[in-house]
Structure formats: structure tokens, C-alpha cells
């Protein structure tokens, strides 16, 4: 190895390198990191006992006779391999994450301060009500926003993600129909827009399913729908924007042709963060919505935290609610625990839900103010169509118009270039960013879903789009070879997909096994 005139190291292997410039100079450090039972050795450990001496056994000849099998780190090597995974995980606290239909939006600290404050977090769910009014009392104001927010008369607290909440919802309306007797309603229309959550859930609550096609435009096809309403239809799913980042304008109508056959309206409010303090979906006939507070009101999600999907009830659904819930009486809170002369239909969790997202979501609700709130729903719509109009000459929207709080791609703008959907979310990674939502909705053909939230800016919409644009430029030069080596700039490069879902390795076994 010798340096050159300008510094420069110059050697055979130098050149065995692929040197691939990125646009946004953004290049990965992440450190490779074995598993922890790779690394350690069973005799190292992070502390060090002197040999007990003279101390008899109290096991009664119960001690282990075997290794118990697990790793020994010394205290800075434990300290390396779990900062190193950490590096591991893209979040939002890191970068742009695009992900559609995930709403990966900020989570303020100022929610993180407030549930941690002792009386939330160190309390118990079994500890006596009389103990924790103040929890109760949360739970409560919460419940009282979100029915002030989406114009129903009731919610249950309960569920514990969004599709938890389809559940609760489907049940209720389950139950509603078993009350009346209709046990020939067991069909459930769900739009092709619909997320896949929807009909998933309906299978499970015993319904069977009858697929709506989309319109060109994306929406509901109105005499598809028309023409599937008969006396056998327990409901509809419908997702609200749908899954292509459109308002369904038609929804007062469904909800009117719905109720017309005696059924139910479930509509999917995980994208409720598009219409917060704009449209209250109680004013357009639904009979039940789950919301996710993980993503419409900015409690972590992913691996930053578990879901809460609280479910609201219109009137002719709210007296099957699941239990627990608060109820008030003279200035006391206490939880409904049991179904005794009740139509409820059970209950559906050990407790009274996720206690750490609804203080997060309440202290994102009070912060905000209900002007704050809707300035966020606007924010977000406002960033979505910045993006979507200033890729649409180098990629292709897949529907013509404004959208709501996601862009929807489709790859006919790749059409030649030997670049698919999957190629061009790769090499995204190796520019710092994290891919969107790719291959779905299932109506547009290798789709790409970008939802960039309200939590950006402007100049950090510019990077993000410059970076877009210049992957679209580079496919359409025929730099084919660049994005079917993406990524190089990640520790383990490009993984084989196919055999990481078709073989996985979950376990980890020691070669002497
Ligand atoms: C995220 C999402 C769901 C499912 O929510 P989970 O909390 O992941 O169970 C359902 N529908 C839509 C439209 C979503 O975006």
C-alpha cells in the first residue's frame, strides 16, 4: 500500500470495492453484530464473586447439574452489542419514514414526560379504584375527546390496536344482529381499497366476504355496490381515506344504502389523521370506527411502543360495548367490570386497555387544542400533496388529483428501465431513507404509498424529494445495474426476501447441538 501525491491510499484491493456515490451523502456505519450467544463465552460474566466457601446448600439437591446456557459478556461488552442493535433500528427519531398508511409521525416528549409521571406509570391494574380516581379520570376526559372528535355518542377503550378495534367493532355489530335475530346477515362487503386488516377481521368475527371493485378514479364503484345489497348483508368495512390516499366522497350515500338492507357500517379510522377537526365521521352514518391513537395521535408504534385502538359506537351499537369501562357517578370513577343484565358482548382484554398510549394521546390532544388539532390534519395533507406534486413529472401518480395525507404512486414510470417497485425502495436505503409502503393498495400496480405526516418540514420534504427525483432520473438513464445491487450501504446488503419468508431461521441453536 503506498499513498499517492494527493493522500490518497492507493492499493490492488482498493479497486475491489464498489464505489456507488449516493445523492445525499448519506453512507451507513452501522457496525455488523453477531448474536449475543456468538459473542460471549459462558465463564466471562460482568461481575466477579469470589468462590463461596464453607456455605452449605439450601436447594435440597434440587441445584442445576448442567450449563444453563447462556451467553457470559463482561459489562462493556453488553453495553456494545445492544447500543450496536439500537443502531440497528431505523425511527423516526433518525429520519423521513415514509411509510404509508403507518402514519410515523413525531412522538412529542412532552407525552413521554407525562407518562411517566408516577401516578400513571407505577400504578397497577388489580391496585383498588379507589386508588387511582386520577387514572380513571384520564381514561375518561380521553373517551369524552375522541366522542367530541368523531361526533359518536359512545367509545370503547379497550382494544389495543387497530385491528383489535375492527374486532370490537365487528363483534358489537355481531351482537346487534344475533339481538335482532338476523342470523341470515352474514355477508360483509369490503371495497378493494379496503386495508387487509378488514376482511381479515370479518372472517374472524364469522362473517363471509364480498370484494366492491374501485372505480378508475379509486374510489368505491357505486353499482358494484348497489348490485351486491340484498337481505343476507350484515355490513360494510370500508376504509376512510382509503388506502389510496382518497377521501370515498360517496360515504354519506353508502352509509344510507348500507342501513336501507338493515346493516351496519364499520368504517377503518386508522386514517382518522387526515380528517381530525374537518370531518366528524358520527355526522356521515357510521355505526362503528376504530381509531389509532399510535398513529393519528402520535403515541410511538412499531417497535417504539404497542398499539391502542379505541373503538367508537354509534347509538345502535354502543349497548354491546365490550367491558371494562369508566363510568361516573357523584365525582367517584369506577370501571363496569361485568356483562350481568347487559347486552354487552364481553370483554376482550385482561384490563382497561393500553394506560401509557392514553396518556400520551390525551397530553398530544390537550397540547394541541382542537385548533392545534386540525392545523395537524392540514399540515399533513398539505405535505402529502407538496410530494405528490413535485414528483409527478418523474414518477406517476396513480390517480389524477389532490389526494389526502398520502401519495400514491404507481411504477409505470419505471416501465423499460428493468427497475421494479422492489429495486427502487432499495436504493432509498442506501440514501438514508427509509422505503415507503410498497406493493399495496393491491389496486395499483407496484405500488408506492408515501405518507410523509405533518412532522416534516419543508426543507426536509425538498431533500427527500430531490433524493425521489434523482432515483427516477437515474432508473430512466438505465443505471438498471446501481438499483439491483441496492443496498450497498447496509451491513448485510441485499437479503434474499424470498428465502428470509419462505425459510426463516427463528431459533438459535449452538453448533454442538
Ligand atoms: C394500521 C392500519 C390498520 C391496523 O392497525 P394495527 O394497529 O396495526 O392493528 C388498519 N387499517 C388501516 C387503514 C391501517 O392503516
Redesign the pocket.
Known amino acids: 500500500m503506498s499513498m499517492n501525491t494527493q493522500g490518497r491510499v492507493t492499493s490492488p484491493e482498493a479497486s475491489t470495492f464498489i464505489n456507488v456515490e449516493t445523492v445525499s451523502g448519506n453512507k451507513g456505519l452501522a457496525q455488523r453484530e453477531l448474536l449475543i450467544f456468538e459473542v460471549g463465552t459462558p465463564r466471562r460474566s460482568g461481575v466477579d464473586f469470589p468462590d463461596i466457601k464453607g456455605t452449605k446448600t439450601r436447594l435440597g439437591g434440587m441445584e442445576r447439574e448442567s450449563e444453563i446456557g447462556l451467553p457470559g459478556l463482561s459489562e462493556p461488552e453488553v453495553m456494545r452489542h445492544y447500543v450496536r442493535l439500537s443502531q440497528k433500528n431505523f425511527a423516526i427519531d433518525l429520519g423521513v419514514y415514509p411509510l404509508g398508511?403507518?402514519?410515523m409521525k413525531h412522538n412529542p416528549r412532552l407525552n413521554e414526560k407525562m407518562a411517566r409521571l408516577p401516578g400513571f406509570a407505577d400504578i397497577h391494574p388489580l391496585q383498588p379504584q379507589s386508588t387511582v380516581q386520577g387514572a380513571l379520570e384520564l381514561i375518561d376526559e380521553l373517551a369524552d375527546w375522541i366522542c367530541k372528535l368523531t361526533g359518536m355518542p359512545a367509545v370503547a377503550m379497550s382494544p389495543k390496536?387497530?385491528?383489535?378495534g375492527?374486532m370490537c367493532g365487528m363483534m358489537a355489530i355481531r351482537a346487534a344482529l344475533d339481538a335482532k335475530g338476523a342470523d341470515q346477515k352474514r355477508r360483509v362487503l369490503v371495497p378493494e381499497s379496503a386495508?387487509g386488516?378488514?376482511p381479515a377481521t370479518a372472517v374472524q368475527c364469522g362473517f363471509s366476504i364480498d370484494s366492491i371493485p374501485a372505480t378508475d378514479d379509486g374510489r368505491v364503484d357505486m353499482d358494484a355496490l348497489k348490485a351486491k345489497l340484498s337481505d343476507d348483508v350484515a355490513g360494510i368495512m370500508l376504509?376512510n381515506p382509503n388506502?389510496c390516499g382518497l377521501f370515498e366522497r360517496d360515504i354519506i350515500e353508502i352509509a344510507k344504502l348500507i342501513h336501507g338492507v338493515g346493516g351496519y357500517f364499520y368504517c377503518?379510522g386508522?386514517?382518522f389523521n387526515a380528517l381530525v377537526g374537518r370531518v366528524r365521521p358520527g355526522d356521515l352514518g357510521i355505526d362503528a370506527m376504530h381509531l389509532?391513537l399510535?398513529?393519528t395521535f402520535s403515541t410511538p408504534?412499531g417497535g417504539g411502543g404497542p398499539?391502542s385502538?379505541p373503538t367508537v359506537l354509534s347509538d345502535a351499537l354502543a349497548p354491546f360495548a365490550p367491558v371494562p369501562y369508566v363510568v361516573k357517578k357523584g365525582g367517584t370513577y369506577s370501571l363496569v367490570e361485568n356483562t350481568d343484565g347487559s347486552e354487552s358482548f364481553g370483554r376482550m382484554t385482561a384490563f382497561h386497555g393500553q394506560m401509557g398510549m392514553f396518556t400520551r394521546a390525551l397530553s398530544y390532544m390537550l397540547s394541541h387544542g382542537s385548533d392545534g388539532l386540525k392545523q395537524a390534519t392540514e399540515d399533513a395533507v398539505l405535505n402529502a400533496n407538496y410530494v405528490q406534486a413535485s414528483l409527478s413529472d418523474v414518477m406517476s401518480p396513480a390517480y389524477g388529483g389532490v389526494c389526502m395525507h398520502e401519495a400514491l404512486f404507481d411504477d409505470s414510470f419505471l416501465a423499460g428501465t428493468g427497475v421494479d417497485t422492489l429495486d427502487f425502495a432499495k436504493a432509498m436505503i442506501d440514501e438514508g431513507y427509509h422505503p415507503m409502503t410498497m406493493y399495496f393498495p393491491l389496486v395499483v400496480h407496484g405500488a408506492m404509498l408515501i405518507e410523509p405526516t405533518e412532522s416534516e418540514s419543508k426543507a426536509e420534504l425538498d431533500r427527500f424529494i430531490a433524493v425521489m427525483r434523482s432515483l427516477a432520473l437515474k432508473a430512466k438513464a438505465g443505471e438498471t445495474e446501481m438499483f439491483k445491487q441496492a443496498p450497498v450501504h447496509a451491513p448485510l446488503r441485499r437479503l434474499d426476501e424470498t428465502r428470509a419468508a419462505r425459510k426463516p431461521v427463528l431459533r438459535w441453536r449452538a453448533e454442538t447441538e
Do not use: M, V
Request: with cysteine.
Open positions: 398508511s403507518c402514519t390496536a387497530g385491528a383489535h375492527e386495508h386488516t378488514n376504509t388506502t377503518d386508522a386514517n389509532n399510535h398513529k408504534h398499539g385502538g
